[in-house]
């Protein structure tokens, strides 16, 4: 049973680092990409970042790359995507979610094609 499970979010003041976990369980890391997304309320869900299992590579949007990076807790099944500086406008609920790339680049992935995901965690960003 493929199972995602994210933790770490809480409230924060601006210019603190966060550092959220997913924890995944019931597939092979290596055969997935994770994805990290965020909803802001009113917004639509976005990929904030995404890390690839086969190879480990990590991909971020242009206008986020610098503030948030990834990291795999060794051979565990655990992604991590910490944020740094963070702004009042990074408040969302962040998700993580798998993507199995068959036939296709790891993190190419559009939302849809995104079939198991965690059930995210809040990050409010406030003074």
């Known amino acids: 049973q493929v199972q995602l499970v994210e933790s770490g979010g809480g409230l924060v003041q601006p210019g603190g680092s966060l550092k959220l976990s997913c924890a995944a369980s019931?597939?092979?890391?290596?055969?997935?990409?994770i994805g990290w997304f965020r909803q802001a309320p009113g917004k639509e869900r976005v990929m904030v970042a995404c890390?690839?299992?086969?190879?480990?590579?990590?991909y971020y949007p242009a206008s986020l790359k610098g503030r948030f990076t990834l990291s795999r807790a060794g051979a565990e099944n655990t992604v991590f995507l910490q944020i740094h500086s963070l702004k009042p406008e990074d408040t969302a609920v962040y998700s993580c979610?798998?993507?199995?790339?068959?036939?296709?680049?790891?993190?190419?992935?559009?939302?849809?094609?995104?079939?198991?995901w965690g059930q995210g965690t809040q990050v409010t960003v406030s003074s």
């Open positions: 019931g597939f092979i890391l290596e055969d997935y990409a």
């Open positions: 979610a798998a993507d199995r790339p068959i036939g296709r680049p790891y993190c190419s992935g559009t939302l849809d094609q995104y079939n198991y």
């Open positions: 890390f690839s299992g086969r190879d480990g590579e990590t």
